[in-house]
């Protein structure tokens, strides 16, 4: 069974400080990662993706991705009350449809 | 900025009840996708739809999901015969790119509640 797993949190942390989010998969195969955050009782909304190995810089967002550790990570700089949220690791598998394989997510909480 | 829509936001139906979701994905996409999320669970894959086949489904998509693209605008699910389990938000998303890269972009939902 292809598996994402995340730590479901929550994970707490003041106003500007940076907030480190995990995620593993167990699929070796796997060809690229997404992070997602998700607002309660809202659809998931893309906020970065990567491909290759090491970091990725998107304003105030990092994706770091270690394929031989099977590693994902979110950083968020300056971390802001608005970005209390789930963030969704998803993974691209080895099948060859596109499909995504969800993680449980990690609850965010910035308190001002 | 084009999105994928989705209706009806919210349906109430009666266990047993046929019930079909649709969608409008953005335009110019090529790979349609259904996901479900049950209340305080992860996101799970249902189905992929590319060139009008399913392209693969997962062990949820059972006898009575069935998906279609009827008019080359919406994308439809059905399930033929609610069951109280199939209570969820049921997610579509869709993709420009091939099955190897390209992003998922997901619509509002419209959430299943099965009495």
């Known amino acids: 069974q292809k598996e994402v797993e995340q730590n479901s949190g929550p994970l707490s942390v003041p106003e500007g400080a940076i907030a480190s989010l995990n995620c593993t998969y167990s699929d070796r195969g796997s060809q690229s990662f997404f992070w997602y955050r998700q607002y309660s009782g809202k659809s998931p909304e893309l906020i970065m993706f990567?491909?290759?190995?090491g970091d990725k810089e998107d304003g105030r967002f990092t994706a770091q991705l270690n394929k031989a550790s099977q590693y994902v990570s979110l950083l968020i700089r300056d971390s802001q009350p608005s970005d209390s949220a789930t963030y969704l690791c998803a993974v691209r598998g080895s099948s060859n449809t596109g499909k995504l394989i969800f993680g449980q997510g990690t609850t965010l909480q910035v308190k001002p | 900025e084009p999105e994928v829509t989705q209706t009806p936001s919210h349906q109430v139906t009666q266990m047993g009840q046929e019930v079909i979701l649709r969608c409008v994905p953005i335009?110019?996409?090529?790979?349609f996708y259904w996901y479900r999320q049950i209340l305080g669970q992860k996101v799970e894959f249902l189905v992929s739809?590319?060139?009008?086949?399913?392209?693969?489904k997962s062990e949820i998509f059972d006898d009575q999901f069935s998906v279609e693209r009827p008019d080359g605008s919406n994308f439809t699910l059905k399930i033929r015969s609610t069951k109280l389990e199939d209570s969820a938000m049921y997610f579509c998303?869709?993709?420009?790119?091939?099955?190897?890269?390209?992003?998922?972009?997901f619509g509002e939902g419209s959430r299943l509640t099965v009495l």
């Open positions: 998303a869709s993709s420009l790119a091939g099955p190897n890269t390209g992003e998922l972009f």
């Open positions: 990567i491909y290759s190995n």
């Open positions: 739809f590319y060139n009008n086949e399913i392209s693969e």
């Open positions: 335009s110019n996409h090529l790979y």
